[in-house]
């Protein structure tokens, strides 16, 4: 089974610097029926202006991913954490009992393009954490790369959740499938690009859940970036 969660549906935030689109409720966007996906409850695909950026606040309680699209996003937080990430890296936070953290556009002049991402630790109250790395998702296109993983398999950054993350690019005739257990769930999104997933076609933005299926495929992408999560 397969839900498709077009892009045009998505909640919207404009600010003077922001340009946010929200697949499910945060902030000042609140949707009864988007309210998260299992154990995924946030995934905003924000566009921060040059010299824009989230002043220092805090957080506790939450595993905060994000991942840049396009530009540089530059990182401060309390525990004395810093520094600038780029498309093709991975940057994780564990907020546990609580942390202050800013992110802002490392440019003075280009937009900066990201997914932040939400999920809640399985434990309250965990040290907080900070993590970031580089995946080789540009270079080793037509395959899914682990990005976050529970376990730190195949080199993952560490999620305090039973979740995975991959990410992959696709174009033309690459292929790839993904075996999903029968007793786990799956998001898509389709962070650029398109493709085929399960025979559906998948555009910039739009996300797909996906249920009670044996393997997820991907086909026939034009330019694609995707985000597959593997959810309990």
């Known amino acids: 089974m397969i839900k498709i969660h077009p892009a045009e549906e998505r909640g919207t935030t404009r600010t003077s610097w922001l340009k946010s689109r929200h697949s499910f409720s945060f902030g000042h966007y609140h949707n009864p029926a988007k309210m998260g996906f299992r154990t995924l409850r946030v995934i905003n695909d924000d566009i921060v202006a040059g010299g824009g950026g989230f002043g220092e606040h805090p957080h506790r309680d939450m595993e905060i991913i994000s991942y840049v699209v396009e530009g540089g996003l530059e990182h401060r937080d309390s525990l004395g954490n810093g520094g600038v990430i780029r498309p093709g890296d991975v940057q994780i936070m564990s907020a546990g009992t609580g942390i202050l953290h800013a992110e802002f556009?490392?440019?003075?002049?280009?937009?900066?393009?990201?997914?932040?991402?939400?999920?809640?630790?399985?434990?309250?109250?965990?040290?907080?954490?900070?993590?970031?790395?580089?995946?080789?998702?540009?270079?080793?296109?037509?395959?899914?790369?682990?990005l976050v993983d529970p376990d730190g398999t195949d080199g993952a950054l560490i999620i305090h959740q039973d979740a995975r993350i991959f990410g992959g690019r696709f174009h033309g005739t690459e292929e790839a499938s993904y075996v999903l257990d029968p007793s786990r769930h799956a998001w898509v999104q389709v962070v650029s690009g398109s493709i085929m997933c399960l025979d559906r076609r998948l555009s910039q933005g739009d996300g797909a859940a996906i249920s009670e299926v044996e393997s997820i495929s991907f086909s026939d992408g034009d330019a694609a970036e995707i985000l597959l999560f593997d959810l309990a």
């Open 105 to 146: 556009n490392a440019s003075k002049t280009d937009p900066v393009r990201f997914l932040q991402i939400w999920l809640p630790p399985a434990q309250t109250g965990l040290t907080p954490r900070y993590d970031q790395k580089r995946f080789p998702i540009s270079d080793q296109t037509g395959t899914l790369h682990r």
